[in-house]
DNA sequence: AGACAAGTTGACGTGCGCGTAAACGTAACG
DNA sequence: CGTTACGTTTACGCGCACGTCAACTTGTCT
């Protein structure tokens, strides 16, 4: 079963392909990070509101609130028929948010490099376990 | 002022020079993050705390919770002289941290790519804004 | 029509990562 | 000697990101 671009899904459906609960897409919600369709009272969730949703939980993993998500979201969708200044304002924030992660880029580097040499050091060792274990 | 290797720094020279609050200190040692010597009752924070601080905010940074960290750092220094098993165990879980910083790498770089995009898009609409404007 | 799953809106509870205030110790300075 | 600066423990509080009921409605199947 593929999602296609036009599928609309439940909120069962959401929860089981990006393994969240319904609390939580509710709670988006309500945070105004989503805001799925109805048919009478019952979200339905179009292609876009998953496009968000990706980006929210990869923002998440990246360790960013909420709120940092919420105004990014905003800036994706809403940059379209803006006025000047506000485009700038989110221009510049677009900026450190970018600044920001290739900062992050640059010390996962150095934390991945560290890991793996300290990784090494225990390997080493373990050899070491296997070498006097004959 | 240099901090040299040998220093010993009160919890408020801590404070400046990590940018954290003393409730967060002494919030760290209690879940057993850090361990400062005592002078009397007062904190004195060794290089090895520096270093482990380090550590710590950088893990935060990405996203780890403090007991996450708290294994990561166990692993860091009480490797040497350890049980074979324990040591196993250890360089397993150091693997699997290593993984999943790779993944978020690469959904880092993703991320930066379609960040850069995105600002493209909204460069060019300044730009048209700019020739409107004479 | 009856039953059952699936969804809805409150409302309160929970774990984490600290903030903040109270009350106290202690060492140095004028 | 008092006070000022810096530190300590203990304890309650708070914002965030949900979990967890409870009570109710809304299709869906037979």
Chains 1, 2 share one sequence.
Do not use: H
Not at 32 to 51: F, Q, S
Not at 123 to 130: H, Q, S
Request: hydrophobic share 40%; charged share 35%.
């Amino acid at each position: 079963m593929t999602t296609a671009k036009d599928d609309l899904l439940s909120i069962r459906q959401m929860c089981d392909v990006f393994d969240v609960t319904p609390r939580t897409l509710r709670f988006y919600e309500a945070k105004e990070l989503i805001a799925p369709l109805r048919r009478g009272t019952a979200r339905l969730y179009t292609y876009r509101d998953r496009a968000r949703l990706k980006l929210i939980l990869r923002g998440k993993r990246f360790g960013f609130s909420l709120e940092d998500i919420r105004q990014l979201l905003d800036m994706y969708d809403r940059a379209p028929g803006q006025q000047e200044a506000q485009l700038r304002r989110t221009y510049e924030l677009a900026a450190d948010r970018l600044a920001q992660m290739e900062r992050q880029r640059a010390e996962l580097d150095e934390a991945i490099a560290e890991l793996k040499d300290q990784m090494a050091w225990g390997g080493n060792v373990l050899a070491g376990f296997r070498n006097a274990a004959e």
